[in-house]
């Protein structure tokens, strides 16, 4: 790893499909950072451990993350790809940050407080210290840059502060970090029932997700919700149009884009056949992702020497930093 480039960290919890979303949301934007930043990008599954205690899945979805990460174009060798389990110093920097962590402002966040809703039969300390864990994935490899989407945070913000409160009270180890997007405004990727964005969770028959077979994209945006059309030219879009003509612009051709419009604003758009024409570019830009997560997700061992890579890489650097810590703190007493 380069010395001079900024450290960027991200991480996703493999804990369901990943979709069009994502894609444009965070997938899109790591690929990017590749070449210009010093990466780490790695498998959460201690996250999921929160909310999924059962782990007959566990390895099958590990992989399944990492096969879409390599899918989207992500480089083993250019960014270290691992899987956080795998990093052993992060429960040792978990632990320490976990002294200087407390439990009113941790009670406080908001997804803690939805989870313990979703699950009130299963509010475990982990759950509770979900941002320690996530602030130890980030300040493990003192990354200044964490692509995340806005649902994050404030998790990004309890991270700052813990990065301060340790080197207030130990010496300066930590640099804070700030979520990072290359667009200025979140990428929007609007989901198929004109009801919110696409998501696994709140709104799965109106997502497309990475892994869905021709036939189910085609049935999706088939059941897309339209209306007759326009009644008088230059008529304003009902938001569920509007979302068709923002997932064209993702996936279609610009002139697509721009004849549709037209046909809008001249009142002479057929909806049908615009999801027709929205289906087939669709269809063209998930088939051969779908097909590399498939290829890869085959080849296990192609897999396993991946996340060994990843996590020889990532040690290094979680060395260097527990080094500092342990010093800082006052644990190293054989010098
Ligand atoms: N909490 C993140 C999410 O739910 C996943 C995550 C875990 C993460 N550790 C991270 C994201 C570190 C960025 C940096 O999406």
């Known amino acids: 790893m380069e010395k001079n480039k900024k450290v960027v ?3 996703i919890r493999p804990t369901g499909d990943l979709h069009l979303g994502n894609y444009f949301g965070a997938l899109a934007n790591y690929i990017k950072m590749q070449d210009e930043y010093n990466c780490y990008f790695m498998v959460a599954d201690l996250h999921s451990l929160t909310t999924h205690p059962d782990t007959a899945e566990l390895k099958k979805n590990v992989f399944g993350v990492l096969a879409i990460y390599l899918a989207c174009g992500l480089d083993p060798q250019k960014v270290s790809l691992y899987c956080q389990s795998q990093l052993r110093q992060t429960g040792e920097l978990y632990l320490y940050l976990n002294m200087m962590s407390y439990k009113g402002e941790l009670e406080k966040t908001v997804t803690f407080k939805e989870k313990a809703r979703q699950h009130p039969d ?3 300390a982990g759950l509770l210290t979900y941002p320690v864990l996530m602030a130890t994935d980030i300040l493990i490899h003192r990354a200044l840059y964490v692509p995340v989407g806005k649902d994050q945070e404030q998790h990004l913000e309890m991270t700052r502060t813990f990065a301060n409160r340790f080197n207030h009270r130990y010496g300066e180890v930590f640099p804070a970090p700030y979520a990072f997007n290359f667009n200025k405004e979140l ?7 004109g009801e919110g964005k696409m998501s696994k969770s709140t709104n799965e028959s109106a997502t497309i997700f990475l892994t869905d077979e021709d036939e189910a994209i085609r049935k999706k945006i088939k059941k897309a919700k339209t209306d007759s059309g326009p009644t008088e030219p230059n008529s304003i879009k009902p938001d569920y149009i509007e979302n068709l003509f923002q997932l064209m612009n993702l996936v ?4 697509a884009v721009i004849a549709y419009n037209e046909k809008f604003n001249n009142a002479a758009i057929r909806y049908g056949e615009m999801k027709e024409q929205l289906a087939e570019d669709m269809v063209q830009f998930v088939a051969p992702i779908r097909q590399k997560i498939k290829d890869i997700a085959n080849d296990e061992s192609y897999l396993i020497r991946v996340i060994k890579d ?6 290094e650097s979680a060395e260097k930093t527990l080094g500092e810590v342990r010093r800082a703190i006052g644990v190293n007493y054989t010098g």
Do not use: F, R, T, Y
């Open 252 to 255: 279609s051709a610009p002139n």
């Open 9 to 11: 960290l991200s991480g």
């Open 310 to 315: 990843g996590a020889e890489k990532a040690s």
């Open 122 to 124: 299963n509010i475990n």
């Open 187 to 193: 990428i929007k990727v609007p989901g198929l029932n």
